[in-house]
């Protein structure tokens, strides 16, 4: 079975400023994907990011970025330059391969202080 | 295209009745999630399909819970009797194909009073 751990239930940090959320996760599967979706308080579930395990190049979408470690089972989000809009709840996922079930984490809910 | 529809955005019942949630996924995507989201428990899978087909049903809590996709069109969750521990927000998400984004609906609010 799959695991996803996400220790800091809340995070705030300034606007423009850099903030790193952290994931670990556990599966006996060597392929897997890994996400970060977002939830702001309009309730939508939106991707932020994505990562195919097979990857070892750190997946990066604009101002987001992962820190990705295989062997430490790792995930880490890092948001840079964050902006109001990114005020939201963050949540860590896998995904084995050729398994459609998304696993979540308990998430983060992150606050961008103006 | 409008994405993942669902509706309602918000449902009130009392206790006994029989609750319908509907999902109008993304035209061409195979494959249809139903996720439940509590504080008690965050998001779970209750069942997803593909192509129409119902794979894996083994978080639907009991059966008072069923789920239907009788086209690639539309599928609906059903709880009866519907109970107050159902209370959460219920998500509809569909995807393209295998290792795709998932795509998800605004999501239901559920109360039973």
């Known amino acids: 079975a799959q695991t996803v751990t996400q220790s800091q239930p809340e995070m705030s940090v300034q606007e423009a400023e850099t903030v790193t959320l952290s994931c670990t996760y556990d599966t006996s599967e060597s392929n897997y994907y890994l996400f970060w979706y977002k939830q702001p308080p309009s309730r939508q579930m939106i991707l932020v990011i994505r990562?195919?395990?097979?990857?070892?190049q750190n997946a990066t979408e604009n101002r987001f970025s992962v820190n990705f470690q295989k062997a430490a089972k790792s995930f880490s989000l890092k948001i840079s330059d964050s902006q109001l809009g990114d005020t939201a709840m963050y949540f860590c996922?896998?995904?084995?391969?050729?398994?459609?079930?998304?696993?979540f984490g308990t998430g983060t809910r992150l606050t961008i202080i103006p | 295209d409008a994405g993942v529809i669902q509706s309602p955005r918000h449902e009130v019942t009392e206790m006994g009745q029989e609750v319908t949630l509907r999902c109008k996924p993304i035209s061409g995507h195979d494959y249809l999630f139903w996720y439940r989201q509590t504080m008690m428990r965050g998001l779970e899978l209750l069942i997803y399909f593909n192509n129409n087909v119902p794979i894996d049903d083994s978080g639907m809590p009991e059966d008072r819970f069923s789920a239907k996709m009788p086209n690639a069109s539309f599928s609906t969750l059903k709880i009866q009797p519907s109970e107050p521990r159902d209370s959460a927000v219920y998500f509809c998400a569909t995807e393209r194909g295998p290792g795709t984004e998932a795509f998800f609906g605004q999501g239901t609010r559920l109360t039973v009073v």
């Open positions: 990562q195919e395990a097979y990857k070892q």
């Open positions: 996922v896998i995904r084995d391969f050729g398994n459609e079930k998304l696993t």
